[in-house]
């Protein structure tokens, strides 16, 4: 099954839809969609409303000075997980702003997420990842999943902590997709999830209930 | 042909067929093992419905929890009204080239190594769906292999049968696996299938089926959900919703885990990428997608969007609409299978797309923008019957004044030929829907082909007829509409006045007028005209 599969179904429905739709050739030009405005927020701006909608969803953000303030913040955080166990991706970047160093001070286990078997790793008591874009008038984050980073880190515990630099923040995600095609970045090409805030549910009586299947705490480390 | 392609859909295990079983809390029974063909006879499922006051308790207050939610997010949106119009506009644009855009997605996603499949009905998709299943568990030697026992499907396999050695399929919510019951039919191919949405999971153990599009148990209370866990998960009763929570967490962390296959529907899947997406809010769709070695999503050829800026703009639309939500806890987007770096995420992945009578009503003038759909759920939660009746009442799949319309498309109009009745005309939905779907006209085109269609004799009919004759003919009219008055006024002379049913318990009819009003009405005319 490595080739375009039942051609004989396909040819079949698509000339069902073509029978369908053949009074229906729209002009074209008659739609017009208008583009999506583009906001011009300062980094301030955008750090503080991406804050404001992650609070209303239950997760938390915090505005640091650089990679020395995230150093700080993050040794606070992690004291509370002393003798815990944190999972982390094989990301560089987690290296090189000095993360692992300080999950490893704190004096918490490390797995990696591409190496530790999986009913292991869904007992690790944090996640800590980086993430790829904020989208700041919804509180989301991109998280693009390749090869060193997976997704397990990121959903397994009940906590998710990401880092995420601060020029990376867009308005929304209009902004976001043209930002994105303008870099000439292939946005179909690696697997992808936009996360905002901890995972929930209110299937039961509609009452909302924060941590489902996924993450129940979820911060994000904004520098 | 939509009749012939969909007939199995019809045939309803009884659990599906649910009337009272599936509601009555009192009367409900968790397990109900024969398969009957049960015609989907939404009158007395609703006869039944309307009877029960904790349903509709429940009901009431689940769907005007809903509408407030719903309404508040979309009042910060000041264009909301442009925002319904442009998206009803691109719905259609997208749909008047639906042939060319699922042909790029096809491209576009082959090219990332996505395998695609394309399944003319229920029958076909089920069967590409299984075929695949039976083929990675064979090449993958997961050691449990699928044990083709008919008993097994009969019921829905308990997914705390610890001793199962089947392989295991975890699956996110889906329509439209529902509409195929593609859960029943992998089940008899001998694999557990577990549903991991918790309002899936919760009608899934109870062995019923969803309520709701976008709250699948919306109609049990959490009394009723403790009542099921404890007995068929062996947890110990509680009420709290975030005790039951972690109960089902643990029981499905495992399933998760283990799981072979990940089954998941898709919300859209963009053409100009090859990107099937969906939209989640537990975290379990991301669980699918993140373990199980083979992945497959199953989509209705409506799905397909041309662009990511189109994607965009429903994804305004649609979490606003559904769940009141500004955008849902994940948005997944599918974009490949792992590569030979990767450490999670599926190493085949299918997607198959399914027609099942839909491009029958891409054909029809009157009901095609029924496929703007994106199955939101808004019209169910405005309707006055659904907020009275609940899902169950409409004996299918699709509950609300969306499932009232598509019953008829794709069950066939005989079949759900009171489908298009079970509303009050009032357009709420139409109001509500955010890519503006005329539904009410929809209801009332179908229920007017439903009255043609009728064969033999009808009493309704008849009278309709009789009604059109003499309503076509003033004289005859006012002739007749002069009898009643004569008798009742110058015969009986007040002695006996007609009582009006139930309004007549408490009021006293009018005093019958001397002069009729057809008369009153030409002398004066005939006198307005002497004055001038
Ligand atoms: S018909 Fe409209 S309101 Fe109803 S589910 Fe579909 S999109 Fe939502």
Known sequence: MNSINNSRSRDEMLTSIRQGIKDLRLDQSEVITPEKNIHKLSVDEL????????????????????EGG???ALSEILSEFKDKTALIPPDPELKETGVVQIIESAGMKVLYSNETPLEQAAEADIGITTAQAGIADTGTMVLFHTSKRGRLAALLPTVHLAILKKDLLFADKFNYLKETVSQGIDIGATPMTWVTGPSLTADIEKVLVRGAHGPRRVIVLLY | MVQNQTR???????????????????????????????????????????????????????????????????????NWEEMRAEAAQLRDRALSELDKHLVTLEERAFAKGIQVHWAKDAEEANRIIAEICRDSVQTSGSGATPTTDTDVGATRASPSDETSSRPIITKSKSMTTEEIE???????QGFEVVE????????????????????????????????????????DFVEDPVELISIARKALREKFLKADIGITGANFAIAETGTPMMVENEGNGRLVGAIPKVQIHVMGIEKVVPTWDDFLRYLELLPRSATGQRITGSVLFFNRPRNEDDRDGPEQQ??????????????????????????????????????????????????????AVLAPIFLGLEEAADHPFASSLCGRCHETCPVKIPLHHQLLTLRHRVVQQRTGFSSERAAMNVWQGVMDRPELYSTLSEIPRFLLHDVLRGHWKPKLPVWGKEHDGPEIAPVGFPQMFSRESSGSEDDE
């Not at chain 2, 153990?205 to 866990?229: C, E, N, V, W």
């Open chain 2, 196 to 235: 991991t949405d918790l309002g899936e999971y919760i009608v899934q153990i109870a062995g019923q089926m969803p309520s709701h599009i976008t709250a699948p148990a919306l109609h049990l209370s959490r009394a009723d959900i403790g009542k099921l866990f404890a007995e068929k998960l062996g947890a």
């Open chain 2, 350 to 403: 299918h997607l198959v797309i399914l027609d099942n009578g839909r491009s029958k009503a891409l054909e029809d003038p009157k009901l095609r923008s029924i496929l703007r759909c994106i199955r939101c759920g808004a019209c169910l939660n405005v309707c006055p019957v659904y907020r009275r009746t609940g899902g169950h009442a409409y004996g299918w799949v699709y509950p609300g004044p969306i499932g």
């Open chain 1, 70 to 72: 995230l150093q700080s």
């Open chain 2, 8 to 78: 199995s859909a019809v045939r309803f295990p009884t659990r599906f067929a649910c009337g009272n079983d599936g509601i009555t809390n009192a009367r409900r029974k968790l397990q109900i093992e024969t398969k009957v063909n049960v015609k989907t006879d939404i009158k007395s499922n609703i006869r039944q419905a309307l009877l029960d006051d904790k349903l509709r308790a429940a009901v009431r207050k689940a769907t005007d929890h809903s509408v407030a939610q719903r309404d508040e997010v979309v009042a910060e949106l000041p």
């Open chain 2, 182 to 188: 593609l859960t029943p039919y992998l089940e008899k």
């Open chain 1, 47 to 66: 750090v503080l409303k991406f804050s404001e909608m992650l609070a209303s969803v239950g997760g938390e953000a915090h505005s640091l000075a650089g």
